[in-house]
């Protein structure tokens, strides 16, 4: 088994991923597990971590380096990583902010997150996503959406993050879906792709009516028969087109470029055609760990693991 030379780690509320990062800054591993920040309190991050790349560490004269992004480094984290504040640089491999372990073999680093004061936000996670999309391509000046359980939609220029907007999207869709009483009529998993635009240019049309038009997919399902993947879909398309409707400002006129997973990139990707936005998209995995990456390779310049 080889020795990793530093270790990015992107630890979410539900997930734990690691990217085990050779000598010549190959890939050694690809790991996961459901270790997720949400089920664990902070002594027990450590133990969560170690189980899944202790095989790739080395010995305690020469211990492995971990950068970690993402709400391993909240409040209800590992150790709280203060928010940058924006307009700023996605990351600072100055600022990272280190854990507390017991294992000599390693070190953790925390990679904080960004803020902004008005109007009200933070971001911990997408900062390293976006890195990640600016080292790849430097010049690149215009406006990101990250879909996910909250999607951000970002400001960049000449290099940094100039504001943000969150939506909570992703999770209103889980929650509507699954605890609501539209639970009744929403299928799990299949899509229609006519009814899911024509719900995104119907919300586009008239936001306001977005609460009335939600409980219309639970008489339609029992009035007209909606099936459940064509009520899943509508679902979709009426919360990303409220969604679409308040980040106007964002995407109107704008280069938009969508990271993340191609399941929920090519729904951001379809609702802004409609508009007559072609956007492209950057895989999420990819992102994270080229961010990661240029944080390793700051802190790595200035240390003497």
């Known amino acids: 088994m080889s020795v990793a030379r530093w270790i990015g780690v992107d630890w979410g509320t539900t997930h734990l991923r690691a990217a085990v990062i050779g000598a010549e800054g190959e890939v050694l591993a690809d790991l996961s597990s459901g270790a997720g920040m949400g089920q664990l309190s ?75 004061t008005a109007p009200a936000d933070v971001m911990r996670g997408e900062e390293t996503q976006i890195a990640g ?8 000046d215009g406006v990101l959406c990250l879909p996910g359980t909250h999607t951000k939609w970002v400001q960049v ?21 699954a605890h609501s009483v539209l639970r009744h009529g929403i299928a799990s998993a299949g899509w229609q ?10 919300t586009l049309a008239r936001p306001e009516r977005l ?25 979709s398309g009426l919360l990303i087109g409220a969604e679409l409707a308040a980040a106007r400002p964002y995407w109107l006129g ?30 999420g995995r990819d992102a994270v760990l080229a961010g990661l990456a240029i944080v390793a390779a700051g802190f790595l310049k200035g240390s003497t693991v």
Do not use: K
């Open 254 to 283: 704008q280069d938009v470029l969508v990271i993340g997973a191609e399941e929920v990139s090519g729904a951001y990707r379809a609702a802004l055609a409609l508009q007559g936005v072609t956007a492209g998209t950057v895989p």
């Open 133 to 140: 999309l600016l080292a790849a391509r430097p010049n690149w």
């Open 42 to 116: 902070p002594e027990t991050f450590e133990p969560a971590l170690l189980q899944l790349i202790e095989p790739f560490l080395g010995d305690h004269q020469r211990p492995t380096p971990v950068i970690a992004c993402g709400m391993v480094g909240s409040r209800q984290g590992w150790r709280e990583a203060p928010y940058r504040s924006v307009p700023c640089a996605p990351v600072d491999p100055v600022a990272l902010v280190s854990a507390p372990v017991t294992d000599p073999r390693l070190t953790v680093h925390i990679v904080p997150g960004l803020s902004q």
């Open 193 to 202: 792709e006519e009814a899911f635009a024509a719900a995104v240019t119907e």
């Open 157 to 177: 220029s000449a290099g940094e993050v100039v504001s943000f907007r969150t939506f909570m999207t992703g999770e209103l869709f889980a929650l509507l879906g």
């Open 211 to 235: 609460a009335a038009d939600l409980f219309g997919l639970r008489a339609a399902g029992l009035l007209h028969g909606l099936d459940g993947e064509t009520a899943r879909a509508r679902l």
